[in-house]
């Protein structure tokens, strides 16, 4: 099973997509979704276009989104809010069900602690996906512990039916 995270941004969006089988997920990709401006509501369209990309290319099976949490700054957190939106779009068009995680549960999930330093998490992306030579800024590690944590809820949902 193909499965896109996604760590969204008020000025770019993490991405990452791994392979999920048997419960053992392997990494396929991650970085940065392409935004040529940071104009409104120009960048929503290139988030929305290179998200349709990433899908096209990789035919995920479900996507993870994490959470807004709660932001002092309002601006940041309607501009995040929006990105979010045109996430849920795009996955929408391609029928793709969608979980959403806070930032505590994805630190649950890989490190155990919902309290965990984004450096465990980090390192635990890295141990999980036997990442060796992957240099992806932190929105690319955050996208790719979103898609981990997908996986494992996500495959934990199938065997339950």
Request: hydrophobic content about 40%; overall charge positive; some cysteine.
């Amino acid at each position: 099973m193909t499965i896109i995270g996604i760590d969204p941004g008020s000025i770019r969006a993490g991405y990452g997509i791994i392979s999920f089988d048997k419960r053992t997920p392997s990494f396929i990709d991650g970085g940065i979704l392409h935004i040529s401006t940071t104009k409104r509501p120009d960048v929503f369209v290139d988030l929305y276009a290179s998200l349709n990309t990433l899908i096209q290319t990789h035919k995920p099976m479900c996507a993870g989104i994490e959470t807004l949490y709660v932001s002092k700054n309002k601006k940041t957190a309607i501009e995040v809010s929006q990105a979010q939106g045109v996430f849920l779009l795009a996955f929408a068009q391609h029928n793709i069900p969608v979980y959403n995680f806070t930032p505590n549960q994805i630190k649950q999930s890989l490190t155990g602690h919902g309290s965990s330093p984004k450096k465990d998490v980090q390192r635990a992306v890295e141990t999980t996906l036997k990442l060796k030579d992957f240099s992806g800024v932190d929105d690319a590690f955050d996208a790719l512990a979103v898609a981990i944590t997908t996986g494992f809820f996500a495959t934990s949902k199938l065997s339950q039916h």
